[in-house]
């Protein structure tokens, strides 16, 4: 059976996506566990530091947190795909695929497309939190499809920065504790938990240009929890969040798709 | 007679460390060829090159005629290769890994699901095939990954110490399950630091160490290389150790051996029953009584330790033994 190169990469690359899915299926706990951190950091901002968090204009605080928690919750879900890459490679299971003869991007093609997947499940179960909380999408319906689309391009273009992590270091730990030295500035050095204005110099100009806070300023803009009175930055990224999102998605995927495969053809297990 | 893997002057280099130092390897088709080796030898790094997983620093390497470094991907359309870890994935079930595998071989939907029932079935895991691999034992994991290798019927199956970490119950009967396969003409690498292993399943065994090979052969011909038959006996009276070392030199071929507790001779022989019953009965006339008196010959373990025993102390290079093969 012969069938032509992009025909193969994608569909082994779906053979490999459903292996992940089963996955889910058979051990959703791990679903959990990973949930269990947005929501508590929902329950902390809304009720324990936002009191004492200033944001500017007529909206209510757990209004302008939720989309920056969906922000913090599809980029740490991108641990996921970088832990299940090591996980794999310590196991073994990547060079049972590298002997095989499939296409040589679709483990990683499968990983990042089964952790849309995941993060479809929870982006949804986080939006249902934020409604219980008193968040709400006051835009209309395809305004509010764009910020859940946004945020999931978004999400799939740090998982290539994760799987390139993933295969890079030697275990499952070591990529959570990689990840965490990655994600934690980057959440929290932008606009999800505090307005722009609280920042200053050049940890301002940072938190502009951060697409951690374009994503969330693109989701705050068109899911409507933002008050159009109060003036946005005047840096062009957060004039512009939903197509400085997307450019910068795509050049995420443009540099890391070619190093993780790369480092995955380099890669064995000791 | 082809030839299915043909290698030469493989070398890999690890920073300060060099895994493979000029290894040669060739394995005929339909046969079966053991890397027999100490751990750190380099037989998991020369398995990786031919399976395409690593590219050697130095040599060429052919796999059913295809060049392993030009194209790789035709190698891989012909090898099955079942590692040192069982890489089975224990979230899917039995059916579910060698489903996965066969697509990924390109069998199609179809083919790739009776396949994998078919090999459920021969493998002994048909009742087992519908749970997670995680349920499974150690000897389970093992059969399923051996099965994974063989879900395209690849001409030439490569097993990295497949029975390495199992017990002695789940070797003898993944040794059974190799054997069937071999005997339908299976041509087949394995690598195994057990040496009862090579002797049990391999038709030539290539001795390797420090990245070299230091001797190849037939089980035979390498204990034939070590020293042949040999006469060993225990005495019951130290005290009669010259008697009996006077015996054994009428029988000998070569320098009697003492140990140092005066009482466990050895003496190399050429035709073992004769010199046998003549040592027996020299001892009967003379009256020296035994606790223990035998024909022995060198087993694997025998040749391995003379062959790396030595490598390990002086210069390697010194120490080479070719045995015709």
Same mark, same amino acid.
């Given at each position: 059976?012969?069938?032509?190169?992009?025909?193969?990469?994608? /569909?082994?690359?779906?053979?490999?996506?459903?292996?992940?899915?089963?996955?889910?299926?058979?051990?959703?706990?791990?679903?959990?566990?990973?949930?269990?951190?947005?929501?508590?950091?929902?329950?902390?901002?809304?009720?324990?530091?936002?009191?004492?968090?200033?944001?500017?204009?007529?909206?209510?605080?757990?209004?302008?947190? !939720?989309?920056?928690?969906?922000?913090?919750?599809?980029?740490?879900?991108?641990?996921?795909?970088?832990?299940?890459?090591?996980?794999?490679?310590?196991?073994?299971?990547?060079? *049972?695929?590298?002997?095989?003869?499939?296409?040589?991007?679709?483990?990683?093609?499968?990983?990042?497309?089964?952790?849309?997947?995941?993060? !479809?499940?929870?982006?949804?179960?986080?939006?249902?939190?934020? $409604?219980?909380?008193?968040?709400?999408?006051?835009?209309?319906?395809?305004?509010?499809?764009? @910020?859940?689309?946004?945020?999931?391009?978004? @999400?799939?273009?740090?998982?290539?920065?994760?799987?390139?992590?993933?295969?890079?270091?030697?275990?499952?730990?070591?990529?959570?504790?990689?990840?965490?030295? !990655?994600?934690?500035?980057?959440?929290? =050095?932008?606009?999800?938990?505090?307005?722009?204005?609280?920042?200053?110099?050049? $940890?301002?100009?940072?938190?502009?240009?951060?697409?951690?806070?374009?994503?969330?300023?693109?989701? &705050?803009?068109?899911?409507?929890?933002?008050?159009?009175?109060?003036?946005?930055?005047?840096?062009?990224?957060?004039?512009?969040?939903?197509?400085?999102?997307?450019?910068?998605?795509?050049?995420?995927?443009?540099?890391?798709?070619?190093?993780?495969?790369?480092?995955?053809?380099?890669?064995?297990?000791? | 007679?082809?030839?299915?893997? /043909?290698?030469?002057?493989? =070398?890999?280099?690890?920073?300060?460390?060099?895994?493979?130092?000029?290894?040669?390897?060739?394995?005929?088709?339909?046969?079966?060829?053991?890397?027999?080796?100490?751990?750190?030898?380099?037989?998991?790094?020369?398995?990786?090159?031919?399976?395409?997983?690593?590219?050697?620093?130095?040599?060429?390497?052919? =796999?059913?005629?295809?060049?392993?470094?030009a194209n790789p991907a035709g190698v891989r359309e012909r090898i099955g290769l079942s590692g040192q870890y069982a890489a089975v994935?224990?979230?899917?079930?039995?059916?579910?890994?060698?489903?996965?595998?066969? &697509? $990924?071989?390109?069998?199609?939907?179809?083919?790739? *699901? @009776?396949?994998?029932?078919?090999?459920?079935?021969?493998?002994?895991?048909?009742?087992?095939?519908? /749970?997670?691999?995680?349920?499974?034992?150690?000897?389970?994991?093992?059969?399923?990954?051996?099965?994974?290798?063989?879900?395209?019927?690849?001409?030439?199956?490569?097993?990295?110490?497949?029975?390495?970490?199992?017990?002695?119950?789940?070797?003898?009967?993944?040794?059974?399950?190799? &054997?069937?396969? =071999?005997?339908?003409?299976?041509?087949?690498?394995?690598?195994?630091?057990?040496?009862?292993?090579?002797?049990?399943?391999a038709d030539e065994i290539v001795v390797i160490d420090h990245g070299k090979a230091i001797a190849r052969g037939t089980a035979d011909?390498?204990?034939?290389?070590?020293?042949?038959? /040999?006469?060993?006996?225990?005495?019951?009276?130290?005290?009669?150790?010259?008697?009996?070392?006077?015996?054994?030199?009428?029988?000998?071929r070569g320098p009697v051996q003492v140990d140092d507790d005066g009482r466990s001779l050895v003496a190399p022989v050429h035709d073992?029953? &004769? @010199?046998?019953?003549?040592?027996?009965?020299?001892?009967?006339?003379?009256?020296?009584? !035994?606790?223990?008196?035998?024909?022995?010959?060198?087993?694997?373990?025998?040749?391995?330790?003379?062959?790396?025993?030595?490598?390990?102390?002086?210069?390697?290079?010194?120490?080479?033994?070719?045995?015709?093969?």
């Amino acid at each position: 059976m012969t069938t032509s190169a992009p025909v193969r990469v994608a /569909r082994d690359g779906w053979i490999v996506a459903r292996r992940n899915l089963i996955k889910i299926k058979r051990v959703p706990e791990v679903l959990v566990f990973v949930l269990i951190s947005p929501i508590m950091f929902v329950l902390l901002f809304a009720y324990v530091f936002g009191g004492a968090i200033d944001v500017p204009g007529e909206v209510d605080y757990k209004e302008f947190l !939720v989309p920056g928690i969906f922000v913090q919750t599809v980029v740490f879900g991108a641990t996921f795909t970088g832990a299940g890459l090591a996980e794999d490679m310590q196991k073994g299971i990547i060079d *049972r695929f590298r002997s095989l003869p499939m296409s040589r991007s679709a483990v990683l093609i499968g990983r990042t497309t089964s952790d849309v997947f995941y993060n !479809v499940i929870s982006v949804t179960i986080m939006a249902l939190t934020g $409604l219980v909380i008193g968040w709400r999408i006051r835009e209309g319906v395809l305004d509010a499809a764009t @910020a859940f689309l946004i945020l999931l391009v978004f @999400a799939y273009s740090v998982s290539w920065i994760m799987a390139y992590v993933g295969l890079l270091v030697p275990s499952v730990e070591v990529v959570n504790n990689a990840s965490f030295i !990655v994600i934690f500035p980057l959440t929290f =050095v932008s606009n999800a938990f505090v307005p722009t204005e609280s920042f200053d110099g050049v $940890l301002r100009t940072f938190v502009e240009w951060n697409p951690v806070s374009t994503a969330t300023q693109a989701c &705050r803009e068109l899911f409507g929890n933002t008050d159009p009175s109060v003036p946005v930055p005047d840096a062009w990224s957060m004039q512009h969040p939903t197509i400085y999102t997307l450019l910068i998605s795509m050049a995420i995927v443009a540099v890391f798709a070619p190093l993780a495969t790369r480092q995955y053809k380099l890669s064995t297990t000791k | 007679m082809a030839d299915m893997v /043909r290698a030469s002057g493989l =070398v890999k280099r690890y920073k300060s460390v060099e895994a493979l130092s000029g290894l040669d390897l060739t394995v005929q088709e339909g046969t079966v060829l053991a890397l027999l080796g100490p751990n750190g030898a380099g037989k998991t790094t020369a398995v990786r090159v031919l399976a395409t997983l690593l590219t050697p620093d130095a040599g060429t390497a052919e =796999v059913a005629g295809i060049d392993v470094l030009a194209n790789p991907a035709g190698v891989r359309e012909r090898i099955g290769l079942s590692g040192q870890y069982a890489a089975v994935d224990e979230h899917l079930t039995g059916y579910e890994n060698l489903e996965m595998v066969g &697509r $990924l071989y390109d069998l199609g939907r179809v083919k790739a *699901r @009776a396949r994998a029932r078919e090999l459920l079935e021969q493998f002994g895991l048909a009742e087992a095939g519908d /749970r997670p691999a995680k349920t499974y034992s150690g000897g389970m994991r093992r059969r399923l990954d051996l099965a994974g290798a063989l879900v395209a019927a690849p001409p030439l199956l490569i097993l990295d110490e497949p029975t390495t970490g199992l017990d002695v119950r789940s070797r003898l009967q993944l040794w059974d399950v190799i &054997r069937e396969l =071999v005997a339908g003409g299976t041509t087949l690498l394995l690598t195994t630091q057990y040496l009862e292993e090579a002797d049990r399943l391999a038709d030539e065994i290539v001795v390797i160490d420090h990245g070299k090979a230091i001797a190849r052969g037939t089980a035979d011909q390498l204990k034939a290389q070590t020293g042949g038959e /040999r006469i060993e006996v225990v005495l019951a009276d130290a005290a009669r150790r010259d008697a009996a070392e006077r015996v054994l030199a009428l029988v000998a071929r070569g320098p009697v051996q003492v140990d140092d507790d005066g009482r466990s001779l050895v003496a190399p022989v050429h035709d073992g029953q &004769r @010199a046998l019953a003549r040592t027996l009965r020299e001892f009967e006339d003379a009256g020296i009584a !035994v606790l223990e008196l035998g024909l022995r010959r060198p087993t694997l373990d025998d040749v391995f330790l003379s062959l790396t025993g030595h490598a390990a102390e002086a210069d390697p290079s010194s120490e080479t033994v070719e045995v015709s093969a």
